[in-house]
């Protein structure tokens, strides 16, 4: 086996500026493997760390981590100086030659993907649904809990009171998770008619650092010349919706990493 491997972070165009590309995997310099219109971002590295046993490195959090941050780097910053077309993490191949021989064979392909990504940049959209907030708020979303809420105030004795809670109180569970659906469809599909394409993932577990249950986790390629409307159009969403059941995580650019999977399996 030879002593070197070669780590691809990602394709690019053949004039990208690699002098000014931050150290890559193992402190490991980036380089350009150029096959005609396409090139890849890559690095040299240790066969004996990334070959035999490299599956069982990968389950140690303390040995991926500082790779993955240092993958991510180098992709952030190609996304950055031009498109990009990411690859998967541990993307090895043999050789110089191997890498070549992937960008030659996949060239139309490659070059098709360089030229839609080029148009615009990622972000990422998730909602997360805030249910104390949103049951004091339901009345303004629901008809249903809005009437029942207003028929409980305007009871005319106990036993009437009590009976029309018991109806609020199943009206507020039936409609909780109903009006998050709806407000994160109708969010998307208003962020999707503002960017040139749009997906959904599966939506994340909350965790210790996140409040609420998300109800959307979506991502969209955002032409450049949109940023500003796509941004409008979340803090919108946010000045509408904060204080009444939802909070929104807006991030990015981000390499185009939702919009080239179907590219991106070249090893």
Known sequence: ?????????????????????????DGRAVMLVVSGDVAALASRVDAATYGEGLD??????????????????????????GAVVPLPML??????EAVRAMLTARRDELVSMLAYVS???EYGVRIFRLDDELRR?????????????????????????????????QARKDELHAVAAEIARV???????????????????????????????????VAHDRVDEFRAAVTEFVR????????????????????????TDVR
Do not use: C
């Not at 030879?2 to 053949?14: E, G, M, T």
């Not at 990968?58 to 780097?73: C, E, K, L, N, T």
């Not at 509408?240 to 590219?263: I, L």
């Open 1 to 25: 086996m030879a002593d070197d491997l070669y780590y691809v972070y990602a394709v690019v165009s053949p004039t990208t500026a690699i002098e000014v590309a931050p150290p890559g995997i």
């Open 56 to 81: 069982d490195r990968v389950a140690d959090v303390a040995w991926i981590a500082p790779r993955a941050m240092a993958h991510d780097s180098v992709l952030t910053w190609a996304g950055d100086v």
């Open 91 to 96: 993307s090895l191949f043999r050789s110089e």
């Open 119 to 121: 148009r615009g940049r």
């Open 137 to 169: 708020a339901l009345g303004s979303f629901s008809t249903r809990v809005g009437t029942l809420e207003a028929e409980v105030a305007a009871a005319k004795s106990p036993g009437q009171g009590y009976l029309l809670g018991r109806k609020l109180d």
């Open 187 to 221: 969010t998307y599909d208003e962020l999707s008619a503002r960017a040139i394409a749009s997906t959904q993932d599966a939506l994340p577990k909350t965790s210790a650092e996140q409040t609420g249950a998300a109800v959307l986790n979506a991502s969209f390629l």
């Open 240 to 263: 509408a919706h904060e204080r009444r059941g939802f909070r929104v995580e807006f991030t990015g650019p981000w390499p185009p990493y939702h919009f080239t999977r179907e590219s």
